[in-house]
């Protein structure tokens, strides 16, 4: 090559001029007809790997190829040709000075390309790694750490292209800066540790529903990344959390109860304690009429006379109560319904007396847990036992409002 360099450059001082002219005419027509090649090479390159390629990858029978095809790995490795084809050939060119600067230009250009190259490798093994284990498990936090050590190594090396320093030395006088870079990195440090933490417990996936009310989060996981998790909520909108918050404070995962077999209704209405009362003969015999409590009613009436038997006075008589028939009516009502986990917890309770009445809980899990149709049920539920209290001569607790002295003062 140097032979041919000085032939040249001989040949164009033969026509009259002179060494530096030579030289510059020389040096910037063998640039320029070096990067034409180089141009038609790369796009030679890029058309084999977009067109040929497919019609390779497309005759196996494994993915893998398929999703490197999708994320390019083979069209971005098609830019190392050009840079050969610069990198063996730039030793033509006669000016010294045009040599240095092509091969400093060259050097960032491989750095670069490398760089792309790698990124869409980690990309595709992302991918890759999607399609093997499902979406709910995810690497992505690892493939984003990768990529900023891939950028910073990347940016380290171009550096000391420039600086014309030794690579391992630029690390080393990093090292000096490493209370910075910790400053600097520090979100990325945290998330990257949360994110393992949260990987390794299994604490967290796409796809689960979390609740995270101090960040205003109620919905779905659709992202968790080095720094952030992203969840979309009912509403639609998109709630960002940073990463190690969810392994220093504490959020609801509903994925428990999306895995059981039912859906938990926990809720209660409260009884006025002055509508309570034993149940008088005429109220039982109503009572029977009720299909869903009517064997209850006379088991109950057959045990309580049984036991009467010998007492005369009333206050040592074991008696019905109307809310204790009301429970069990709820109870059976229930029970007859089709939406009710009977292999669960079920159980309707009476709680704590307050102020505000005699609560009536009913702690049930609904079969169905989709969230629509689950409070669809929730409210169907809850309309048919408020509209049947008055029935068993019972008053719901409610506070008196404005319309309620209103009412009694007219």
Not at 102 to 128: D, H, K, P, R
Request: charged fraction near 20%; include cysteine.
């Amino acid at each position: 090559m140097e032979n041919f360099r000085n032939q040249t450059v001989q040949l164009l001082e033969e026509y009259g001029f002179s060494n530096l002219w030579a030289v510059v005419i020389q040096s910037v027509i063998t640039f320029t007809i070096i990067l034409i090649v180089a141009w038609v090479i790369d796009k030679f390159a890029t058309f084999i790997m977009r067109r040929t390629i497919p019609k390779l990858v497309g005759r196996t029978a494994t993915k893998w190829d398929d999703i490197f095809m999708e994320n390019l790995v083979f069209a971005r490795f098609a830019h190392f040709f050009p840079g050969l084809l610069v990198l063996s050939s730039y030793h033509i060119i006669a000016s010294e000075s045009l040599r240095w600067l092509i091969q400093t230009l060259i050097s960032t250009y491989f750095i670069v390309v490398l760089i792309i190259f790698l990124n869409a490798v980690l990309n595709a093994i992302e991918q890759l790694y999607i399609h093997l284990k499902g979406i709910e498990v995810t690497i992505k936090i690892y493939i984003q750490l990768a990529k900023v050590i891939l950028y910073s190594l990347g940016g380290v090396a171009i550096i000391s292209i420039f600086a014309n320093k030794n690579f391992i030395d630029i690390l080393t006088g990093l090292g000096a800066m490493i209370t910075i870079l910790l400053i600097v990195y520090k979100d990325m440090i945290m998330g990257f540790v949360a994110g393992i933490q949260l990987s390794a417990n299994k604490m967290l996936f796409v796809g689960d529903w979390i609740a995270s009310p101090k960040d205003g989060a109620d919905g779905t996981v659709i992202d968790i990344g080095l720094t952030t998790v992203k969840v979309q909520n009912w509403d639609r909108t998109i709630t960002t959390i940073p990463t190690y918050k969810l392994t220093s404070e504490s959020f609801t995962n509903w994925r428990g109860m999306e895995l059981s077999g039912g859906r938990r209704i926990k809720r209660h209405i409260s009884v006025d304690i002055e509508s309570i009362h034993f149940l008088s003969e005429e109220e039982i015999e109503n009572f029977k009429k009720i299909r869903l409590i009517s064997d209850y009613i006379e088991e109950k009436v057959k045990i309580i006379n049984e036991v009467n038997a010998n007492e005369t006075e009333c206050f040592n008589q074991r008696r019905l109560t109307n809310i204790g028939t009301f429970r069990k009516y709820v109870e059976n009502y229930l029970r007859e319904s089709d939406f009710v986990n009977l292999d669960m917890m079920f159980v309707v309770r009476q709680l704590q007396p307050t102020e505000k009445g005699v609560p009536i809980e009913i702690y049930m899990f609904s079969k169905v847990k989709q969230f629509v149709t689950y409070e669809q049920i929730q409210a169907d539920i809850f309309d048919h036992i408020l509209a049947i209290v008055p029935t068993f001569n019972l008053r719901l607790f409610q506070e008196p409002s404005g319309h309620s002295f209103s009412k009694y003062g007219k």
